[in-house]
């Protein structure tokens, strides 16, 4: 089993649903990214948190055998953010913003994590995702997030670090607006021309669509997989990073990168993904056993299967 | 290998996308249902047309052994429709419709279609579709559209009609719509509880859902896939319509209506619906080949398949 370094966010949510609401929940990207990997693999987490940080915190990441060597505690309160959704739960209004100790967050990679053979580049500005780069051995896996606002503020930049990974994770729309260029595959093989090797667009409760180079092949590879049909969902913070979390951490869990494991590694994302939405924050995350997301996983080949044809077609 | 009777549109259709336009081309529910399904199983079509209605569209039904025994020419002009797509393809903008001879269409089923296997109802007055139904002896497999003028218009008439068929297949607004529900699940839920026991849900670009009722079992079974990523769309027109003929044509060329059959269905439907919006009107249909329909079906095998997981997980 190879250990994964996740840098981004840990931040205190308030969250508003048609179905409930939450304040100053535990949230952040990389809270929700480590918490879904540490089901699969080791997880050192490097970000930053305020003096109001509280012990409950700390301990469900010790629970879940975080390593927080690199989680800097600093004067100050955590990033805060709050946030309502509508009736259709896919697009969030951001109702306010506090970065706090994160405006000044310089991520220190600890002296013992530098070997780490996974890295995980939450949605920071694309060139602090290149500062913790530099600090780095060579990892065999450095998959990278990011979001319409470093697309639209820091393209330069934001290509500079492209060219440094193997995958990048975003949504369809940001996949669009990066590439600019409406059509999916056209935009995903510009995409894959600036260097990574795989993209992986989330499309909310559409699923998940996968491209990837095989060169010398002109033609990119795909994979799909729809969302899991859900009869409640409560709150979509954090989905996408509990997917990423699944993805990474099942392909650091065994230690590889080929196709079939990276399918496989998109089910474990989806499946990630799809408990976390079951319950606000990381409550659901919390008290889900290993037990479940196996099973969640056959669920996935149930939904997915239909069988070769028969000799006549 | 069963036949299929067809009740529905036959149309001209002027259309404009970012990628061109077509005046008074062949469309219609009907049109692009009946030449998918024809690739699978013998077609039997009633509909109505003008005195404008052209030898050559004629011919084409003829070269895809269409029986046409049920296609009344009436005096006055083939409904025609005329619509804009944006860059987006998803949603058409209609510019005019003039229903012409097809706002006085009374479907009359010819004696000999009247002990067809599988029958499906075209997109017309759920009274209409009632009217189709009573005329007809007993099927094997009662498949029904609609959309969202009828859900709003005739929703109590629609229910009626709805309580006589085992197939609904509509995209995911007429679902929510029809349901008065935002979650598919549920919304899913209590269609399944007015008569038929399978709805398929149409997403576009991001595939197909199908919902079954397995009773007593009160759990659903699910099965989705998603949209062939195609890499130059071109006309969405007839995309949905192409999907159910490709559907309903497999089940009846096969002469199964069992699960298995049915995920094959979705999967075949789906691969009409691929080719079609490939170019404008019918044009990609007319020159297909069923080499091509069993390549794009392995296509799809391979965009959804990942592998059961080791003896660890």
């Known amino acids: 089993m190879a250990s994964i370094l996740v840098v981004g966010s840990v931040a205190y949510d308030s969250v508003e649903t048609p179905f409930g609401k939450v304040d100053h929940a535990l949230g952040g990207s990389a809270t929700f990214f480590s918490v879904a990997a540490s089901f699969f693999a080791e997880v050192k987490l490097v970000a930053c948190v305020g003096g109001d940080f509280s012990q409950d915190d700390l301990k469900l990441f010790q629970s879940r055998n975080i390593d927080l060597t690199g989680l800097q505690r600093v004067d100050g309160k955590t990033f805060r953010w709050s946030g309502r959704y509508g009736y259709d739960l896919n697009d969030a209004e951001t109702l ?76 369809d729309a940001e996949t669009r607006q990066l590439a600019q260029e409406p059509n999916l595959v056209k935009a995903a093989r510009k995409i894959l021309s600036w260097g990574p090797h795989t993209l992986v667009i989330k499309r909310g409760e559409y699923g998940v669509l996968m491209f990837q180079k095989n060169s010398p092949d002109p033609e990119l590879s795909a994979f799909g997989v729809p969302g899991y049909p859900l009869e409640e969902v409560f709150d979509p913070t954090g989905a996408g990073d509990s997917f990423a979390g699944g993805f990474v951490g099942y392909l650091a869990g065994v230690d590889r990168q080929d196709t079939r494991a990276m399918r496989q590694a998109i089910i474990f994302g989806s499946v990630m993904a799809s408990f976390n939405v079951e319950k606000f924050s990381l409550n659901r995350l919390k008290e889900l056993t290993f037990t479940e997301v196996g099973l969640r996983y056959k669920e996935f080949r149930r939904l997915t299967h239909f069988d070769d044809l028969e000799e006549e077609y």
Request: aromatic share 10%; glycine share 2%.
């Open 96 to 171: 306010d913003t506090q970065l706090n100790v994160f405006a000044d967050f310089h991520p220190q990679i600890p002296e013992a994590h530098r070997d780490c053979d996974y890295v995980f580049l939450g949605n920071i500005d694309p060139a602090l995702q290149r500062q913790v780069l530099s600090q780095v051995k060579s990892p065999k896996l450095i998959v990278l997030d990011t979001m319409n606002f470093w697309i639209s503020g820091t393209y330069k930049s934001l290509k500079q670090t492209l060219a440094l990974v193997n995958v990048l994770v975003i949504n």
